[in-house]
């Protein structure tokens, strides 16, 4: 089953790595869940460039070098940044999408892609 999702609702950055997507386990005996993001978009709320990381790390994974997509780019102040680097991306079960600015509460994240069972 193909659904239009909101993967990450409208929320501020913090300043240390977190998670804020996680593509569901698949239970025994069901299909694989996966998630394809469409559209990833980060809003500087401040009146300062703020940098910003993101990582797509694999089930049971760590945020590494090889798994960041996107390194301390600059979002300049009061601007937004729509990300090339995670459109298209694909998540299977059990990925999560890892993201932290380089001041805390001041970039807000909105994910949108679709999710398929």
């Known amino acids: 089953m193909l659904l239009l999702a909101q993967l990450v609702a409208p929320q501020l950055l913090t300043n240390a790595d977190a998670v804020y997507y996680t593509t569901p386990a698949t239970a025994t005996g069901q299909p694989a869940i996966t998630a394809k993001i469409s559209r ?53 079960s059990g990925t999560t999408l890892h993201a932290q600015a ?3 509460t001041s970039i807000i994240i909105m994910v949108s892609g679709l999710t398929y069972q």
Do not use: C, H, R
Not at 50 to 61: D, E, N, Q
Not at 64 to 74: D, E, F, H, Y
């Open 102 to 104: 380089s001041a805390n």
């Open 40 to 92: 990833a978009v980060f809003i500087n709320t401040t009146g300062g460039a703020i940098t910003i990381t993101v990582a797509i790390v694999p089930a049971g994974g760590t945020v590494v070098a090889g798994n960041t997509v996107i390194n301390a780019i600059s979002i300049p102040a009061n601007q937004t940044y729509t990300s090339s680097e995670l459109a298209g991306a694909v998540l299977p």
